[in-house]
């Protein structure tokens, strides 16, 4: 072949090997683009440090963030509180719609509350317009749905044809009566007529001042909307005859153990919806007879209910989830299992004399601990010497009692956004849709399966997740699928009765596989609609060479230097009823490359591309090079004929 055939040839080959491997390299960020619901993309963390101080009370941390004490307020602002941090230049006071609704949650299991006229008459004697009123002022909503107006895709308040928001007790005392609550002496305070005679019975019925018709109505010690909220109950109550007391109990102490035992009648509390959570599944895990919180917290039973859940759960079409959800709460607006009181505005205040960058996380507010994308998108103002750098203090209203986040007992308040920072699940969700975004992985698949005997495959759905490779944990090591095949492997091996967070839906993957060092497949043997949501969302992605030895997972007490995860933080140190402090782990997988901040690539885009198919070793450059070099000598040979 002559030469100029050859360097034809040549130029040719360097060409297509320019083209080629562009295209490959490319090929990551147009597959992950995808996977983006939004231009949202986490980038940093741009902080030094995070520091997490501990106050006694709601009133000290809101002094601590006027002096510029701490930067941001962790907790939702109480009303009281608003009017003198808008009049501070230095703070910004943000609103947005809440995930969260402050209900009452009934024992349906005991006495007189197992009964439905009287869940009906606490319903119709509550008003709810005086307790938003004195709570929330004109930053709440009254409520009579499980599902707060925040979550609008998903809302049921519209389609509900009972109203509970004023007080009503005519047809509160109607629905007494008919139960058989009546005043049978004449006192003003309803008897129990359990022969239903309307004839008071010594040896049957039950007197008023029977301890089992003095209804208890929990509320935390010292939380005032628990406490006024509870007591604007105890008072329509006490109009309709019914004898009830407010008792406050430490949250941290016997409240818990007390609900899970079944020995309350009602129980005034905050629920808040996680993002990772459908909500029309709250519906199913709270309610339905086999539901996952229904034992625990309403111990409701209702078969004309669990039907319609049922045909909810098994929907494959988004407007069926919907119908059924709603007709399912319709339902419960009669039997009243709990009874939802308003939805808040979340108010959050923050210092904005040295930070900017606080992004709304839809339903959790702006820059409260509900909210983990504050650690990833703070920043240092310009005027402060630059992007990197500086240390973001928040308060905390409870101490972190331990290192192992098993033990986290909250889903969206500090102890959350300590295991937020610092652990990590394969997705999360976009703060603005609440869909999935990537985390861990950068790209995943959902097929379905069916029956393979000799395979071992179950009719299901096969779950694959692709892995970012230039994730490490905080001490340098790689996060590979062994670290996920090992975590979520792990709570199934061990009995955690003592744990508040149970991955129980864990329990469906029934196989996982780990084709290479990047790739995980979950196989599960479901096939709604929610499972996906259900098991992936798994947030506690452990390192296997910490973990590969524990033996009781409660009980294990992680060293400062065992707690690791990939997460955009890191463990620092902990003063126990002062502070905790977190630290930038400068090699996380999303950091961004800049003079001034983490050295680390920031995408997948050059990591996993080199890694996949083998070109780890050849420069774009050089090839450009070598296709000039070619280039040159043609002309050159053309030059000389």
């Known amino acids: 072949m002559g030469e100029r055939n050859l360097l034809r040839l040549g130029e040719i080959i360097a060409l297509l090997t320019i083209f080629f491997v562009h295209n490959i390299t490319m090929l990551p960020a147009s597959t992950n683009n995808v996977m983006w619901s939004s231009d949202f993309r986490p980038q940093g963390g741009y902080l030094d440090e995070i ?9 000290q941390a809101i002094e601590a963030l006027q002096k510029g004490e701490i930067d941001a307020y962790d907790y939702e602002v109480f009303p009281e509180y608003e009017l003198d941090l808008r009049h501070n230049p230095n703070i910004s006071v943000s609103y947005s719609p809440s995930a969260s609704y402050r209900t009452f949650i009934l024992n349906c299991e005991r006495f007189p509350t197992n009964i439905t006229a009287f869940r009906r008459a606490m319903a119709f004697g509550m008003d709810k317009y005086k307790a938003t009123e004195e709570i929330m002022g004109d930053l709440g909503t009254p409520l009579d749905s499980y599902i707060p107006p925040a979550l609008t895709e998903w809302e049921v308040e519209s389609v509900l044809e009972t109203r509970f928001y004023d ?3 005519i047809s509160g005392n109607a629905s007494l009566e008919a139960a058989g609550f009546k005043d049978l002496d004449d006192d003003g305070w309803r008897e ?10 010594a040896d049957v019925d039950l007197d008023d001042n029977d301890p089992l018709l003095v209804i208890n109505i929990m509320a935390s010690t010292g939380l005032d909307i628990a406490i006024i909220t509870s007591e604007v109950l105890r008072d329509g109550l006490a109009k309709m005859g019914i004898r009830s007391r407010v008792e406050e109990v430490d949250w941290s102490g016997p409240y818990w153990p007390k609900v899970f035992a079944g020995d309350y009648w009602v129980a005034c509390y905050e629920l808040t919806f996680k993002p990772t959570f459908l909500p029309p599944k709250a519906l199913y895990t709270d309610y339905h007879s086999d539901g996952e919180w229904n034992p625990v917290l309403h111990r409701f039973y209702n078969t004309t209910i669990d039907s319609v859940l049922d045909k909810m759960l098994a929907a494959t079409a988004v407007t069926d989830i919907k119908k059924y959800s709603r007709e399912a709460a319709q339902l419960l607006a009669y039997e009243q299992p709990e009874i939802p009181i308003y939805s808040p505005l979340t108010i959050n205040a923050y210092r904005n004399d040295k930070f900017e960058g606080f992004l ?21 103002k310009e005027s402060k010497g630059g992007l990197y750098g500086g240390m973001l203090t928040y308060s905390a209203m409870d101490d972190i009692s331990n290192r192992n986040p098993f033990r986290f007992p909250d889903l969206i308040g500090v102890r959350a956004f300590i295991e937020n920072s610092i652990y990590g699940g394969l997705w999360q969700p976009d703060p603005t849709t609440w869909d999935p975004i990537p985390n861990l992985a950068w790209n995943w698949e959902t097929e379905p399966t069916t029956v393979q005997v000799v395979a071992g495959i179950q009719a299901g759905q096969k779950f694959t997740f692709y892995l970012y490779k230039n994730a490490t944990w905080h001490d340098g090591q790689p996060v590979t699928s062994k670290d996920v095949k090992f975590s979520f492997e792990l709570p199934r091996n061990y009995y955690y009765p003592d744990v508040f967070f149970v991955p129980v839906d864990i329990n469906d993957i029934y196989r996982i596989d780990t084709p290479d060092n990047y790739t995980v497949e979950l196989y599960v043997n ?11 969302s798994y947030s506690r992605i452990l390192p296997w060479h910490i973990w590969k030895d524990v033996e009781n997972l409660t009980a294990f007490e992680p060293t400062e230097a065992q707690v690791i995860g990939f997460g955009p933080y890191k463990w620092n140190e902990r003063v126990p009823g002062q502070y905790v402090s977190l630290l930038r782990h400068e090699n996380w997988h999303f950091s961004i490359c800049d003079e001034a901040g983490p050295s680390t690539t920031s995408s997948q885009e050059s990591t996993t591309s080199k890694d996949s198919y083998g070109f780890e070793f050849i420069s774009i450059f050089t090839i450009v090079g070598i296709a000039l070099i070619y280039i040159n000598r043609r002309r050159k040979w053309w030059n000389k004929s």
């Not at 101080?53 to 009133?59: I, L």
């Not at 839809?362 to 240092?380: D, E, F, I, M």
């Not at 479901?526 to 992936?536: E, M, Q, S």
Request: cysteine-free; aromatic content about 16%; charged content about 20%.
């Open 192 to 201: 129990y007529d359990a022969n239903s005679n309307g004839e008071w019975d």
């Open 360 to 380: 709304e996380f839809a339903g959790r507010g702006t820059a409260s601990t509900a909210n983990p994308y504050v650690a990833t998108k703070v920043h240092l």
């Open 51 to 59: 520091m997490i101080k501990v106050y006694s009370n709601f009133s």
């Open 526 to 536: 479901r096939t709604d609609i929610f499972a996906w949501i259900d098991i992936t």
């Open 167 to 169: 007080a009503d007790f």
